[in-house]
Structures are given as structure tokens and as C-alpha cells.
């Protein structure tokens, strides 16, 4: 019970494990463009071989940034009864729509035919694969580099005049106020529960109730966060921030070989897990 | 966005960014539901707010930050595909947008408690879309699902939104400290 109210403790955003190996060294704009390149690969590729393979390659890149293998596991552990709860669904259900493929049982509406277990196979697998190769960019990589690097990464959208500073302004408040709401949320979740308020106590099937119970959280909430950002507002503009003007930058940062390298190397990773045809 | 990112805007858009991502790591933004998606959701509300507040560009940002912390907090496939997890979302404040504006004039109470309707279902029905174009779901589990799960998120979703905003712009003359970039 006293659990659910230490929110600030569990939250693990921007998690980040020094280990100063090659990929914690790469420069983040490289860094953030094959990560996405090899994460697209992966949302396309539907074959069995392809995704082994690609799995492969995510179990190395725990290697290579020398982080242990269960942090990545870890994110996986509270899936694993919703992964099989969807994987029967799909077992069962999806083998109407899917095209083609040898059907080896049909009852009724079920039928299941090879195609829909390659589907939920597949996507199993695109899911553990994913799992890691965030878990890897996000351990390696400080939320202000990864900021700095996306913003960069976007600067050539100034051209079609989109406000990437401004739009990784937004990301870095947002990261910013996570911890300081989550301190908010649970003192307000303390003040209600010593006035009686009960908070996840309501069994899991009582759904009205357990919603009921949210909103005595939910609302002020917002209304604390509004009120602070009336606050950031203020004092922004006393300092003159000026949206979209001309600004210099405290950290620069210098392609070197390594970064070229590894943009290629996951160019060609992308490239073989979608060219395996099996 | 007449004028581009105002400072309000840039704030705004960061605040409530950070509710739609503390709901989802807290997992309080979750109401469990026995249906395949496993969970209803109210995280689409940020972005129906700022969507509300201050007009769809700051609505898709939020939308955008709900999305990319969806995909990464994701624990179901679904939602660990970039397609089904942050597309959708960018609509979600556009369309309470529009039709928070369209309605304005008629009935602001209405306006707003539609709006919030409106942007669940957006969420609700284009995610779920992109569940059965994507192939993770057949179409009647989807339609199960849109009933089960988007009815209890629209119906709270109105709640909320409609406390939220209309207490903020009833206070709102007053709290807004900023006379700069204001006007509510």
C-alpha cells in the first residue's frame, strides 16, 4: 500500500549508466540517426531470419557499450503475460485476415494458418528487439545530449521554418518537470489518503471506481502544473527570452571517424536485416 | 499558430508534455480494462488540453510527447511499433481543437466537454486503425476494443478536461502572471 504513493523512486526516465564505452562516446547526433535507422528497419522487416538476425545484433550492442544485458531484460520481465495474452489473440483471431500461408487448424471463426503464427512471432521478436535498442540509446546517452543531438539532427527544418529550438525547448521542459510533478502527485496523493481517500485499493474489475478514484488526483494536477507554468512564463520573459531569434550555443559538436563508422555500419545492419528474404 | 511559439506556448506545450509522460511511467495514466489493448488510457488528456488552450500546434506537440513516451514505455508489441504508437497521437489535440473553436461560439461549456470527447476518440479510433492496418489485430477484436476501452476513456476524458479548463478560465484572468504573450 505505502508503495503505491513513492512515485519519485521508481521513475527511471533518463536513466543513465556511465560505462564511457565506444557508443557512450559517439557523437549523439550519429548516435540518434542509426539508432532510428536501425529501429525503421525493424518496424518493416516481417521475416523470421531478418529479426534473428537483428535481435543478434541488439544482444551485441549491449557488449559493445559494455552494459549488462539485465537492464534490457528488466524492461522486458512485466511484458512477458501481456506479450502471450496478445500473441494468443492474434493466434486465434487473426488467421481471417491474414492472406495466404498453409492453414494447419480451422474451427469456426479460429483458424490458424502459417501466416498468423509468423505474425505473432514476428512480432514478438520486433518487440524484445526494440525493447533493447532503446534500452542501449537511452542508457548511453545523457537526456541533455540527447536533446542537443536531436535538435541539431533537426536543424535543416529551420529552412522550412519549423521551431526546432523551440521544439527541444519543449522536450527539455518536459523532461525537466517529470521528477517535480511526480513529487507534487504524491504529496497530493498523501493529503487525500490522511483525509480517508482510498487509492488502489478498489478491486481491478471495479473500473468505475478505481476511475472514480483518479480524479481527486488527476485535476489538481493539471491545475498545479498549469500554475507553474504561469511561473516558468513569467520568469522567461523577465529574462527576454525570445522565441526564434538568433542564439549561440554552449556545446558544439565535431564529427570524428568513429561516427561516420558506426552511421555506416547501421546503414548496412539496416539494409541486411531487410534484404534477408526468408 | 498565427504567430509561431510564443513563450506560453513553448511552456505550456513542456508542462503538459511532462503529465502525459508522469502518467505513463507512474502507470496512473493507465485504467485497467479486461480487453486486448489491456489497458484504457487517460494520457491522451494532456494534449486534448493543450490542444484547448493554446490551438493545435502546441495540441500536436503534446501529442507527440505522449506518443514517443508510449512507444518507449510501451510494455504490449502494439504500441512498440513508432506507426501505431505515435502517428495517431498527433491528432489527438488537433482535432479537440477544431472542434473546441467550432463549437466555441455556440456553447463554451459544450465546446469543451466535446473536445475532450472528441480527442479520445481520435485516439481511440486511429490507433486502433493503425492496429488492424498494421496487422496486430483483427478488425472485430478492434471494434470490441474501441467499445470497451474508448467509451471509459471518452467519458473520463470529458470529465477531465472540461474541470480542468473551465476552472483555469474562470482563474484565468487572475493566475495568469504573464502579460506579454497572454490572452486566454
Given amino acids: ?278 | 499558430m498565427e504567430k509561431g511559439l510564443t513563450v506560453r506556448k513553448i511552456v505550456i506545450a513542456g508542462v503538459l508534455g511532462a503529465i502525459a509522460i508522469l502518467l505513463g511511467v507512474t502507470r496512473l495514466g493507465y485504467i485497467p480494462v479486461p480487453t486486448a489493448a489491456g489497458n484504457a488510457t487517460i494520457m491522451h488528456i494532456p494534449a486534448v488540453i493543450g490542444g484547448i488552450m493554446e490551438g493545435w500546434g502546441v495540441g500536436m506537440i503534446i501529442g507527440l510527447i505522449f506518443g514517443v513516451s508510449s512507444f518507449l514505455n510501451a510494455t504490449v508489441p502494439l504500441f512498440k511499433d513508432p506507426l501505431v504508437a505515435i502517428l495517431p497521437r498527433l491528432f489527438i489535440g488537433v482535432t479537440a481543437y477544431f472542434t473546441y473553436v467550432g463549437l466555441k461560439r455556440t456553447n463554451e461549456y459544450l465546446a469543451i466537454g466535446l473536445a475532450g470527447f472528441v480527442g479520445a476518440l481520435t485516439n481511440t479510433i486511429l490507433v486502433l486503425g493503425m492496429a488492424v492496418i498494421r496487422g496486430y489485430m483483427a478488425f472485430g477484436v478492434a471494434l470490441t476494443t474501441a467499445v470497451f476501452n474508448g467509451l471509459p476513456e471518452a467519458i473520463v476524458s470529458v470529465i477531465v478536461t472540461l474541470a480542468v479548463v473551465t476552472a483555469w478560465k474562470k482563474l484565468g484572468s487572475g493566475k495568469q502572471k504573464s502579460k506579454v504573450s497572454g490572452g486566454l
Fill in chain 1, 1 to 278: 500500500m505505502s508503495a503505491e504513493f513513492e512515485l519519485s523512486r521508481n521513475i527511471t526516465i533518463g536513466q543513465y549508466l556511465p560505462t564511457g564505452s565506444v557508443i557512450h562516446r559517439l557523437d549523439p547526433r550519429f548516435k540518434l540517426a542509426s539508432f532510428a535507422i536501425l529501429i525503421l528497419a525493424i518496424a518493416i522487416c516481417g521475416t523470421y531470419v531478418g529479426n534473428l538476425f537483428a535481435l543478434a545484433v541488439c544482444i551485441a550492442m549491449f557488449s559493445v557499450s559494455r552494459i549488462p544485458l539485465h537492464y534490457g531484460l528488466s524492461g522486458i520481465k512485466p511484458a512477458i503475460p501481456f506479450i502471450i495474452i496478445l500473441a494468443l489473440l492474434q493466434l486465434l483471431f487473426y488467421g481471417e485476415i491474414a492472406e495466404g500461408g498453409t492453414v494447419y487448424f480451422e474451427w469456426g471463426f479460429i483458424k490458424i494458418s502459417s501466416e498468423s503464427i509468423r505474425l505473432v512471432l514476428v512480432s514478438a521478436m520486433r518487440f524484445v528487439e526494440v525493447i533493447f535498442l532503446s534500452s542501449v540509446l537511452t542508457l548511453s546517452t545523457s537526456t541533455t545530449e540527447l536533446t542537443h543531438g536531436m535538435e541539431r539532427l533537426l536543424g535543416p527544418l529551420e529552412k522550412i521554418r519549423f521551431p526546432v529550438h523551440a521544439f527541444s525547448l519543449i522536450i527539455t521542459i518536459a523532461i525537466r518537470f517529470v521528477p517535480t510533478f511526480a513529487m507534487e502527485m504524491e504529496k497530493m496523493m498523501k493529503a487525500q489518503a490522511s483525509r480517508g481517500a482510498e487509492f488502489g485499493t478498489g478491486e481491478w474489475w471495479r473500473i468505475v471506481r478505481r476511475t472514480k478514484d483518479m480524479l481527486p488526483i488527476i485535476i489538481p494536477l493539471f491545475n498545479v502544473a498549469l500554475s507553474r507554468a504561469e511561473d516558468l512564463i513569467l520568469a522567461m520573459e523577465t529574462r527576454c527570452y525570445t522565441p526564434g531569434s538568433a542564439r549561440t550555443r554552449y556545446t558544439h559538436y565535431k564529427a570524428k571517424g568513429r561516427d561516420y563508422l558506426a552511421l555506416a555500419i547501421s546503414i548496412a545492419l539496416a539494409a541486411a536485416v531487410l534484404a534477408i528474404p526468408w
